[in-house]
């Protein structure tokens, strides 16, 4: 492993670099060539990562977004309606509960306080969850609605 640690394709850590790389296809599909590994650490140095994983749906629909070849002979989708980006809002009448938390599916997304809107940018099939004391006590799944207002 070491051997392919020096090869043109190995990054050398510096200070306040970093690497960013695609790991998928404008239409979802995982790009095969993002694959990578890390380099052993040698001489008893120190290593410390940070990742970050940003998520964003596929984009086929997006104008401008790039279109790969290779993506349409393998029969994949380089456009469609299904993935427009929607907008949500999500709010807390306080009938039922004082505060409350907004999960993106198990992810924490904001707070959900009385009075206090949330809006944001969603997919159609994105799933919504209202939590009280760590127990969910609202599902919501996006519709293909352009705008769309949950309230609890």
């Not at 190995?10 to 790991?23: D, E, G, M």
């Not at 009938?95 to 993106?104: I, M, R, T």
Request: some cysteine.
């Amino acid at each position: 492993m070491v051997a392919q640690c020096e090869t043109k394709l190995a990054v050398r850590p510096h200070r306040a670099r970093a690497v960013l790389f695609y790991s998928q296809y404008p239409d979802g599909q995982p790009d095969p060539s993002s694959k990578h590994g890390a380099c052993p650490v040698l001489n008893e140095q120190t290593k410390i990562a940070a990742n970050l994983w940003v998520w964003n749906a596929p984009r086929p629909g997006f104008n401008g977004s790039p279109v790969n070849d290779w993506v349409k002979e393998k029969g994949g989708s380089t456009s469609s309606n299904n993935n427009k980006q929607l907008k949500a809002v999500f709010q807390n009448s306080g009938e039922k509960y004082g505060d409350a938390k907004l999960y993106f599916q198990d992810s924490f997304f904001a707070d959900l306080k009385k009075g206090k809107p949330v809006s944001v940018n969603t997919y159609h099939g994105h799933n919504w969850n209202v939590k009280v004391n760590d127990k969910i006590v609202q599902k919501w799944t996006v519709s293909n609605h352009p705008f769309q207002k949950f309230t609890l």
